[in-house]
């Protein structure tokens, strides 16, 4: 460590015996200050992620109870948007709140075959959805982008959510498959959603994804969806035996469920035999 004169304040070499600035014998040199320690940085606090708008966290679970799928909601001083008719149980202060639907609203509900009244329940505690066959899945939905839902596939949502309606084309809702009207999420939480199988993410760059069959359950509104010939020609299209196909492209992102998990495809075949017995009967 450097020391200096105490007469003077001439830095000292060491090993000297006299400071060369006023001839003061070292040993009666002052040591330097020990360099003064940086003051403590406080940790910088980082707030807690509010999905739904700011709100205090709510979380998302999906339980597997084969052969069911159950969805667990956890409230922490916050709220959440369910579809009419989802509650199984709930533990906590929660309070449920719904209202009357205007015209407009049941309108909208007869056109997408949703609910017309969606209850969301505010406070503190644990929310059980009924159990289903089918997949429950978790979608975070950010601004500015929205999604366009497959009807029938919302379950509920965070409170920072907001729930619309998208029209398609004439000609798509004829032959699509997924009518005139689906349901339109934008905002900012989680969304909570049904698919019949496994849901499976396609990422477009600009390419076509091309589906035959309804099994496309989400897409972002940034691609557009088309229904087309399966062929260049009608003709060429009916003689391939794959007629018309849905078609999405640009630039976003689409969510399939191509194959039922196995207790949907038992429902499907159980159901098909049924109807086959009930046409036999009456006939």
Known sequence: MPSFCMQCGAALEPGVRFCGGCG?????????????????VSPVQHPAYAWGGGTPNT????????PYRMAKITLRNSSVTLEAGQLHYMVGNIQMTAQAPTLGGIAKSFLTKEKAVRPVYTGTGVIYLEPTFG??????????????LDKGAYVASDAGVAIGMYTNPAFQSI??????????ISGQGKLLYYSPGPAER?????????????????????????VEKA??????????????????RGYGTVMVAPIPNRYVALLYQFNGLHQAIHSIKRS
């Open 202 to 226: 396609i990422d477009l760059a600009g390419d076509t994804l091309t589906v035959d069959g309804s099994f496309a359950v989400a897409r972002t509104g940034s691609l557009e969806y088309r």
């Open 59 to 66: 979380e998302f679970e999906v339980l597997v109870r084969e």
């Open 135 to 148: 997949e429950l899945n978790i979608l975070e939905v950010r601004p500015p982008e929205k999604w366009i």
């Open 231 to 248: 062929g260049k020609s009608l003709f060429g299209s009916w003689i391939s035996g794959e007629g018309m196909v849905s078609t999405f």
């Open 24 to 40: 003061r014998p070292a040993e009666l040199a002052n040591p330097a200050p020990p360099a003064p320690s940086p003051a403590p």
């Open 175 to 184: 032959f699509g498959g997924e009518g005139r009207y689906q349901t339109e």
